[in-house]
């Protein structure tokens, strides 16, 4: 390989980085949901209308309140993936950076079959750590879109359940068609550009949605709320399904370490514990993982039954439980050490 071609090699692997480097934007990201409160006018004081006025004013709050809660969901998923992006351009900026740099360094010594090696070598190291960095970015993306087709599908069963019909242009399209939702690119802005790359970097960035469960609000048990150990596995997979988390390895961590704290919790049962502090309080925890009702919907998913003992949703609220409060990893490589409870080779503690 002479200069020329070494030069033809540099400048190539440099525009298959500069093409993976586009993928991320530059600058900026989605905008935020404004929510404001549904004004609710009052019926005269001596109009028979009074009460159900009331009560429908009752009822548009209720549902707002829900709404409201989905929109700051909404807004922090979306931040979360104007930061990702972010933070992907900036890796792989730093990947291209390097590689210009080492070329530099090495192509004097390119007059030398020892010297391309290097040279080659290098450059595929570069390659190989850029398509680590778009698969990393792309996997987060793939995370957060899941979430984003699930608040979605949130609003528009608000919508339906509104007894008003206050929300009910929001159907069609996934219930909020001007966010981008479906489609080859996963749902959010730009990241079909990953299936543009050339050569080793040519990647596709798709997920089937996963199915919702009940309606937000409503007190509807799964068809998981059974007992015993499979009733409590198939829940968890299906919790898996729902969170897109479908790589196997990650979903077997993600399983043995749940099983193990439900069967630690609760031996696979619907069992409300009557003795601890949490019970003289008035919150008694219950269900196959042991949530008391307040932790329930602080960590509820979106759509999954109001019931804190429901086995489906408690499936979906341990791992937002375990990624948000411990910081649980999505791969689950540190569940076990990170939530005792989940961990084998140590004795049983309450999470």
Same mark, same amino acid.
């Given at each position: 390989?002479?200069?020329? @071609?070494?030069?033809?090699?540099?400048?190539?692997?440099?525009?298959?980085? =500069?093409? $993976?480097?586009?993928?991320?934007? $530059?600058?900026?990201? #989605? @905008?935020?949901?404004?929510?404001?409160?549904?004004?609710?006018?009052?019926? #005269?004081?001596?109009?028979?209308?009074?009460?159900?006025?009331?009560?429908?004013? *009752?009822?548009?709050?209720?549902?707002?309140?829900?709404?409201?809660? &989905?929109?700051?969901?909404?807004?922090?998923?979306?931040?979360?993936? $104007?930061?990702?992006?972010?933070?992907?351009?900036?890796?792989?900026?730093?990947?291209?950076?390097?590689?210009?740099?080492?070329?530099?360094?090495?192509?004097?010594?390119?007059?030398?079959?020892?010297?391309?090696?290097?040279? +080659?070598?290098?450059?595929?190291?570069?390659?190989?750590?850029?398509?680590?960095?778009?698969?990393?970015?792309?996997?987060?993306?793939? &995370?957060?879109?899941?979430?984003?087709?699930?608040?979605?599908? =949130?609003?528009?069963?608000?919508?339906?359940?509104?007894?008003?019909?206050?929300?009910?242009?929001?159907?069609?399209? @996934?219930?909020?068609?001007?966010?981008?939702?479906?489609?080859?690119?996963?749902?959010?802005?730009?990241?079909?550009?990953?299936?543009? &790359? #050339?050569?080793?970097?040519?990647?596709?960035?798709?997920?089937?949605?996963?199915?919702?469960?009940?309606?937000?609000?409503?007190?509807?048990?799964?068809?998981?709320?059974?007992?015993?150990?499979?009733?409590?596995?198939?829940?968890?997979?299906? =919790? &898996?399904?729902?969170? @897109?988390?479908?790589?196997?390895?990650?979903? =077997?961590?993600?399983?043995?370490?749940?099983?193990?704290?439900?069967?630690?919790?609760?031996?696979?049962?619907?069992?409300?514990?009557?003795?601890?502090?949490?019970?003289?309080?008035?919150?008694?925890?219950?269900? #196959?993982?042991?949530?008391?009702?307040?932790?329930?919907?602080?960590?509820?998913?979106?759509?999954?039954?109001?019931?804190?003992?429901?086995?489906?949703?408690?499936?979906?609220?341990?791992?937002?439980?375990?990624?948000?409060?411990?910081? +649980?990893?999505?791969?689950?490589? *540190?569940?076990?050490?990170?939530?005792?409870?989940?961990?084998?080779?140590?004795?049983?503690?309450?999470?």
């Amino acid at each position: 390989m002479g200069g020329s @071609g070494v030069g033809a090699y540099i400048a190539q692997v440099d525009r298959v980085l =500069a093409a $993976a480097q586009g993928v991320f934007p $530059a600058a900026g990201g #989605p @905008g935020s949901i404004q929510s404001q409160g549904p004004g609710v006018p009052a019926a #005269p004081p001596d109009s028979a209308l009074s009460t159900g006025a009331g009560n429908a004013g *009752d009822g548009y709050k209720r549902t707002w309140g829900t709404v409201t809660g &989905l929109d700051a969901q909404t807004n922090g998923t979306s931040a979360a993936g $104007a930061a990702e992006g972010q933070n992907g351009r900036a890796g792989a900026t730093g990947v291209r950076q390097s590689a210009a740099s080492a070329a530099a360094a090495i192509a004097p010594a390119t007059g030398s079959p020892a010297g391309v090696k290097t040279l +080659v070598t290098n450059m595929d190291d570069r390659l190989a750590a850029m398509q680590r960095q778009l698969d990393s970015t792309r996997a987060q993306n793939q &995370l957060l879109a899941t979430r984003m087709r699930q608040m979605a599908m =949130a609003y528009r069963q608000a919508g339906q359940a509104s007894q008003a019909g206050m929300f009910r242009g929001m159907g069609g399209g @996934g219930g909020m068609p001007s966010m981008g939702m479906g489609g080859g690119s996963g749902g959010l802005p730009g990241m079909g550009m990953f299936s543009k &790359l #050339p050569g080793m970097l040519n990647g596709q960035n798709s997920r089937r949605a996963s199915p919702l469960g009940d309606s937000v609000g409503g007190n509807y048990p799964s068809s998981f709320s059974g007992q015993g150990a499979e009733n409590v596995r198939a829940a968890i997979r299906a =919790a &898996l399904d729902r969170k @897109g988390i479908h790589d196997p390895a990650a979903r =077997a961590r993600w399983e043995a370490g749940m099983m193990l704290v439900a069967q630690r919790e609760s031996n696979f049962r619907d069992v409300v514990n009557t003795h601890d502090s949490n019970a003289r309080a008035g919150n008694p925890s219950g269900g #196959p993982f042991q949530f008391i009702a307040s932790t329930y919907r602080a960590y509820q998913d979106p759509g999954t039954s109001s019931n804190h003992r429901d086995t489906f949703g408690q499936a979906c609220a341990f791992i937002n439980y375990a990624t948000r409060k411990y910081d +649980v990893s999505w791969a689950a490589t *540190d569940l076990a050490a990170k939530i005792q409870q989940a961990d084998p080779r140590r004795s049983p503690k309450g999470y």
